[in-house]
C-alpha cells in the first residue's frame, strides 16, 4: 500500500511566524486532503487538493502530484493554529492513508 | 448543513466489556468511514461502506470488532470483548462516492479500557 511521510513531526512557532509542512507519498494519488486536528480531537478539513494550489485566508496549499508531495503553508501563525496537522492520501480505487502528522506549537 | 454526528463522545469499561458507537453521516453521502485512532497516530481505517455494502473491512479486528449500515444511512460499530489495547478514540466520517471522494469527520468517541 501507500506510504506517507510527513516533516517535520515536531514544530515550534512564535507567534507571527510562517511554516512549511511536508508530505510526501510513495504512489500515484487521485486524492488528497490536509486535516488540522485540534487540542480537542476534531479533524477539521483545511484543503481537498489532489493537485494544484489552493490559498485559504493565511493557509495556502500545494500537491505536485508528478513529483508525489504536497506543501501546507502557514502564514502569520497564531495560537489557534497548534494542534496537528495530517495529510491522507488515496490511490486510484485505494481508501485514504494518513501520515503520522505534524504536531505544530505556536507561542504567544 | 449538518455535520457528521457521533455518540457517545466518551465511554469508559472494563477489559472483557462490549461496547457500541453510533454514526449518523451527512445527509446524502453514500460513503462511510469508520476510524481508530490510537494516542500520538494517524488515523487508521477499519472498515468502509458505500450504501449499506462493505467496501473495505480488511483491517477491522473480526474476532472482536462488528460493524453495520443498516438501510445506507446510521452506522454502528461494536467490539465485544474490549481489550486494554483497544482503547483510542473512533472516528467516523463520509463522503461523496466516486472520484472526489473529501472525507468529513464526526467528534469522534474516546474509548478507555480498563
Known amino acids: 500500500g501507500i506510504q506517507v511521510e510527513q516533516s517535520p513531526p515536531d514544530l515550534i512557532l512564535q507567534e507571527g511566524a510562517n511554516s512549511t509542512l511536508r508530505c510526501n507519498f510513495s504512489d500515484s494519488v487521485n486524492n488528497l486532503q490536509w486535516f488540522h486536528q485540534n487540542p480537542w480531537g476534531q479533524l477539521i478539513n483545511l484543503f481537498y487538493?489532489?493537485?494544484g494550489t489552493k490559498q485559504n485566508g493565511r493557509l495556502s496549499a500545494t500537491t505536485v502530484a508528478t513529483e508525489r508531495y504536497s506543501l501546507l503553508y502557514i502564514s502569520s501563525s497564531q495560537t489557534t493554529d497548534s494542534g496537528v496537522y495530517f495529510c491522507a492520501v488515496g490511490g486510484y480505487g485505494q481508501n485514504f492513508v494518513f501520515g503520522p502528522g505534524t504536531r505544530l506549537s505556536v507561542l504567544p | 448543513e449538518a455535520g457528521v454526528a457521533q455518540s457517545p463522545r466518551y465511554k469508559i469499561i472494563e477489559k472483557r466489556q462490549s461496547v457500541a458507537f453510533w454514526c449518523n453521516p451527512i445527509s446524502g453521502h453514500a460513503t462511510l468511514y469508520w476510524y481508530q485512532q490510537i494516542l500520538g497516530q494517524g488515523p487508521k481505517l477499519l472498515i468502509q461502506f458505500q450504501n449499506n455494502g462493505v467496501v473495505d473491512d480488511s483491517q477491522l479486528p473480526k474476532d472482536r470488532f462488528s460493524a453495520e449500515r443498516l438501510k445506507g444511512v446510521d452506522s454502528t460499530l461494536k467490539i465485544q470483548p474490549a481489550k486494554l489495547e483497544d482503547s483510542a478514540v473512533y472516528l467516523c466520517?463520509?463522503?461523496?462516492?466516486?472520484?472526489?471522494?473529501?472525507?468529513?469527520f464526526g467528534p469522534g468517541t474516546r474509548l478507555t479500557v480498563t
Open positions: 487538493i489532489p493537485s
Open positions: 466520517a463520509s463522503s461523496q462516492p466516486y472520484r472526489r471522494r473529501e472525507q468529513y
